[in-house]
């Protein structure tokens, strides 16, 4: 079956200006995460939806930071204000529940100029 | 929270040898240790896991083995071949919380031909 789809790809972007980022996680899979990794380093969890609590957003680096899961199945992930530390791939899993698998995406590379 | 380190960060061996890769983790409660393969471009992929029930788990040429004394885990891969090349991350959780992984930095193997 289909797996994790994330768009777009590639982003590049000015500094200053906002980008939104798109996670279609796995059908049926009722937790989504995100997470960063930047260049030569590992992942860094960034946010956790799980069905329909309240998400886990102690992972976020900064206000300028925030996600969304609309009808418990797609994300955005909305950067305001871009930096350009903030380049790096920005990658989507999912689980089918909260203590399961994570399956990843292939990620979203972001650069900010 | 969980720390977790990896090492060696880069690993180069001869096709048909052998690749041990290492990790500690700091946190006690954590209870589920994937490792995940990435090639250059895509996501990383889980190519095995282990609970902390569990000693010893093996798949094919792979195998991972867990001390939750001495908390660390690592990745053995047999009869390496080219296509074994890519980065790989192990991570860890506490299942009971939030799910969130915490990755390793990642290692570099290449599998000379």
């Known amino acids: 079956g289909a797996g994790v789809s994330q768009s777009p790809s590639n982003k590049v972007t000015e500094k200053g200006k906002d980008v939104e980022l798109r996670c279609d996680p796995i059908?049926?899979?009722?937790?989504l995460y995100w997470y960063r990794q930047s260049l030569g380093q590992g992942l860094e969890f960034l946010i956790y939806?799980?069905?329909?609590?309240?998400?886990?957003k102690s992972g976020l680096p900064s206000d300028r930071f925030s996600a969304e899961r609309t009808g418990g199945s797609v994300s955005t992930l909305t950067i305001q204000r871009t930096q350009q530390e903030d380049s790096a791939v920005y990658l989507c899993?999912?689980?089918?529940?909260?203590?399961?698998?994570?399956?990843f995406g292939p990620g979203t590379r972001l650069t900010v100029l | 929270g969980e720390n977790v380190e990896q090492h060696p960060s880069t690993l180069s061996v001869q096709e048909g040898d052998s690749a041990v890769i290492k990790c500690t983790y700091s946190?006690?409660?954590?209870?589920?240790f994937p490792w995940y393969k990435q090639e250059l471009g895509k996501g990383p992929q889980l190519i095995i896991d282990i609970r902390s029930n569990v000693g010893e788990k093996k798949d094919q040429r792979i195998a991972v083995t867990l001390n939750k004394t001495a908390k660390h885990f690592s990745l053995h891969i047999t009869e390496t071949q080219p296509e074994d090349s890519a980065v790989y991350f192990c991570?860890?959780?506490?299942?009971?919380?939030?799910?969130?992984?915490?990755f390793g930095t990642g290692t570099r193997l290449t599998v000379i031909p």
């Open positions: 946190d006690s409660a954590s209870n589920y």
């Open positions: 059908s049926g899979h009722t937790a």
């Open positions: 991570a860890a959780v506490d299942q009971t919380g939030a799910n969130n992984l915490f």
């Open positions: 939806f799980q069905g329909n609590s309240a998400p886990d």
């Open positions: 899993a999912s689980s089918l529940a909260g203590a399961d698998t994570q399956y």
